[in-house]
T-cell receptor, first 114, second 113 residues
Framework: EAGVTQFPSHSVIEKGQTVTLRCDPI?????LYWYRRVMGKEIKFLLH????????ESGMPNNRFLAERTGGTYSTLKVQPAELEDSGVYFC????????????FGQGTRLTVV | AQKITQTQPGMFVQEKEAVTLDCTYD???????LFWYKQPSSGEMIFLIY??????QNATEGRYSLNFQKARKSANLVISASQLGDSAMYFC??????????FGTGTSLTVIP
């Protein structure tokens, strides 16, 4: 079974540019989550999809961040325009709906805004 | 609101010794799940162990066990017979009924040979 895959693994962009991160969850996982970890700090929740619907987007920092989940399959997270403070590792995770199942994480996308 | 607290930013343990990583949580929901993840320097998040709020017994997975004290709202991870490969960041997480995972700030464990 393929795991959660994220593209790209690394991205270096200039302030003001646009970047789109992609996440392919494990097939059959209705729940998809985006998290961000800034250097040595906590894993911060960004948002949660159930199928194609946004269940909770309370962690999205501002309207420069836009997430979509096409047809309940893969998800994209677009940052436009990027700011220096957006740098960090963006993790995607997916899980089954049942609460006693763990989240499976992708390898993360390391975003550096210069 | 749900919250996870890990008060140990860094821990050291001698190889082959046991170590306990602390985790406390706060929730008003009676039904929840508690998880521990390991993040080695390579960056991937590895699931270690799960404990349900209604589970009567502490969870165990190989060298990992979870010391679940519901009344104290604590879910400490115990690693027995530490190995050099256990050096990593460890995150405690809670899954709320709304299905979001809440993470603590993590504990960096270093195993000393």
């Amino acid at each position: 079974e393929a795991g959660v895959t994220q593209f790209p693994s690394h991205s270096v962009i200039e302030k003001g540019q646009t970047v789109t991160l992609r996440c392919d969850p494990i097939s059959g996982h209705d729940n998809l989550y985006w998290y961000r970890r800034v250097m040595g700090k906590e894993i911060k929740f960004l948002l949660h999809f159930v199928k194609e619907s946004k269940q909770d987007e309370s962690g999205m920092p501002n309207n420069r961040f836009l997430a979509e989940r096409t047809g309940g399959t893969y998800s994209t997270l677009k940052v436009q325009p990027a700011e220096l403070e957006d740098s960090g590792v963006y993790f995607c995770a997916s899980s089954y709906y049942a609460m006693n199942t763990e989240a499976f994480f992708g390898q993360g996308t390391r975003l550096t805004v210069v | 609101a749900q919250k996870i607290t890990q008060t140990q930013p860094g821990m050291f343990v001698q190889e082959k010794e046991a170590v306990t990583l602390d985790c406390t949580y706060d929730t008003s929901d009676p039904s929840y799940g508690l998880f521990w993840y390991k993040q080695p320097s390579s960056g991937e998040m590895i699931f270690l162990i799960y404990q349900g709020s209604y589970d009567q017994q502490n969870a165990t997975e190989g060298r990992y066990s979870l010391n679940f004290q519901k009344a104290r709202k604590s879910a400490n991870l115990v690693i027995s017979a530490s190995q050099l490969g256990d050096s990593a960041m460890y995150f405690c997480a809670m899954r709320a009924p709304g299905n979001q995972f809440y993470f603590g700030t993590g504990t960096s464990l270093t195993v000393i040979p």
